[in-house]
């Protein structure tokens, strides 16, 4: 990565500097791509910020459905070691993604006011892949795919999306494989619908907790709940950002602001394996 002039040993290291085209770097990575892709509508400083850092979460939102897609084809073909090293690398990921608050989190109103204009109708919560996140952790709603009529590529893929079962689903359908008594109802439910939370399921999940500790089910378990704990802490530093930046005033896009982020923050992903720690 780094290029120095000397190498171990006292030797000497001359980096090749002369290329026929674009750098092998650039052709791998696509950084003047990244770095062009930047249109302020204010003449506001501050817009690059929020700008870039609006990106750059897009970037991790894509990384992560890649994680989250991977660990529920690996269950789904009972290969755990795979699952799990897709959760666990998603663990670190979700924890970059909630230093992007950082850029924005200390904006006051007139800070933000200074550009807000400029996002018109625009709204995070118009975000495609942010959309799938959702989807992937069983917040299903075929209504937000309505805002995404007008691009058919990521509308198939939002429909795709809502269509499959969330990684929550496989995780179940590995436990009743595994012998444990999800209910049929469960199983078999409308994937496409917002993921219910099950008193059966809450006792499976409070079985496997009680018992032996290095239970590879538990572990399973243990992973799940590290995401659900960072997506709920990305959530909560969504609406505190918000707070700071506009009160309660309405967002863009038409949207409530902060009281549906609050509504949103007060829910947890994969419910059964917060609740049932109350039984164990």
Same mark, same amino acid.
């Given at each position: 990565m780094s290029q120095y002039p000397d190498a171990?040993?006292?030797?000497s290291v001359t980096p090749n500097l002369d290329f026929a085209g674009t750098t092998p770097y650039e052709d791998y990575v696509q950084a003047d791509v990244l770095t062009h892709l930047q249109h302020p509508l204010s003449d506001d400083p501050g817009e690059m910020v929020f700008l870039v850092t609006t990106q750059v979460m897009e970037l991790w939102f894509t990384v992560l459905v890649h994680e989250w897609e991977t660990a529920t084809q690996a269950l789904r073909s009972d290969d755990l070691p795979v699952a799990m090293a897709a959760l666990k690398r998603s663990v670190r990921e979700l924890e970059a993604l909630n230093a992007s608050w950082k850029p924005l989190g200390q904006l006051t109103p007139a800070q933000f006011n200074s550009y807000r204009g400029a996002l018109g109708e625009g709204s995070g919560f118009q975000s495609a892949m942010y959309r799938r996140m959702e989807f992937l952790l069983g917040e299903k709603s075929a209504s937000m795919l309505v805002p995404h009529r007008g691009a058919p590529r990521v509308h198939a893929e939002l429909e795709k999306a809502l269509q499959e079962p969330s990684l929550y689903d496989e995780v179940l359908r590995l436990l009743a494989r595994r012998g444990y008594a999800v209910p049929a109802a469960v199983l078999g439910r409308d994937v496409t619908q917002k993921y +219910?939370?099950?008193p059966e399921v809450? @006792?499976?999940w409070t079985e496997l907790y009680a018992?032996?500790?290095?239970?590879?089910?538990?572990?399973l378990g243990e992973a799940l709940t590290d995401v659900g704990e960072l997506? !709920?802490?990305w959530?909560?530093?969504?609406?505190? @950002?918000?707070?700071? @930046?506009?009160?309660?005033? @309405?967002g863009t896009g038409g949207s409530a602001g902060v009281a !549906?982020? +609050?509504?949103?923050?007060?829910?947890?992903v994969f419910p059964e394996l917060w609740t049932a720690r109350s039984h164990v």
């Open positions: 171990p040993g006292g030797g +219910e939370p099950s809450e @006792a499976i018992g032996d500790q290095d239970n590879d089910l538990v572990r997506v !709920w802490r959530r909560n530093d969504h609406l505190v @950002a918000t707070r700071r @930046a506009m009160g309660a005033k @309405a !549906w982020l +609050e509504k949103r923050a007060a829910k947890n």
